[in-house]
C-alpha cells in the first residue's frame, strides 16, 4: 500500500509524491506554506492511498493555514467529515486546492493534534478518534 500527496503551488500547478509518514507530509506543507506566504491564498494537500474502493474512497485533505491544520474526508455516501475546533472561528481561509475554495476558521486544529491524526490515518484507513470530527453533507 502506498500513499500519494498531492498539492498545488500558488500558480495553479500540480505537484505530487509518494509519502511514507506523517514527516514526510509535514516537510511537504511547510515548504508549500512558505510558497504561499506573499498570497492571501493558504496551501490544500490531498493525501490518497493505493487501497481506495468505491466503498473507501481513502483520501484525506489537509488545508494549512496560520500553523494549523483542518483535515476533511468525504466518504462513499458523499457525507464530508472534517475537523473541529470546537470554537466559532472568525473568518475563512482560501485554500489552493484544484480550485480556491473558502474554509472556515473553526475547522482549523492545533498542527500536534492534524499530524497525530494524519499518522493514524496513513497507516489505517480510519478518521481518528484523536481529533473533533464534524459531519455535513456535501
Not at 504561499?36 to 493558504?42: G, H, I, K, L
Given at each position: 500500500m502506498t500513499v500519494?500527496?498531492?498539492?498545488?503551488?500558488?500558480?495553479?500547478?500540480?505537484h505530487a509524491v509518494e509519502v511514507e509518514s506523517v514527516a514526510d507530509?509535514?516537510?511537504?506543507?511547510a515548504d508549500a506554506a512558505g510558497q504561499?506566504?506573499?498570497?492571501?491564498?493558504?496551501p490544500g494537500l490531498e493525501l490518497r492511498r493505493s487501497d481506495a474502493t468505491e466503498d473507501n474512497p481513502a483520501s484525506l485533505s489537509i488545508a494549512v493555514a496560520d500553523g494549523r491544520w483542518a483535515l476533511v474526508h468525504t466518504d462513499s455516501e458523499m457525507t464530508q467529515h472534517r475537523t473541529d475546533s470546537g470554537g466559532t472561528g472568525d473568518g475563512t481561509h482560501d485554500v489552493q486546492w484544484e480550485e480556491v475554495t473558502p474554509l472556515p476558521s473553526a475547522w482549523f486544529v492545533p498542527l500536534s493534534e492534524a499530524t497525530a491524526a494524519v499518522s493514524e490515518w496513513i497507516g489505517s484507513a480510519v478518521l481518528p478518534e484523536s481529533v473533533t470530527w464534524s459531519d455535513q453533507t456535501a
Open positions: 500519494s500527496l498531492q498539492w498545488w503551488s500558488p500558480d495553479g500547478a500540480e507530509v509535514e516537510r511537504v506543507a504561499f506566504r506573499s498570497t492571501t491564498s493558504a
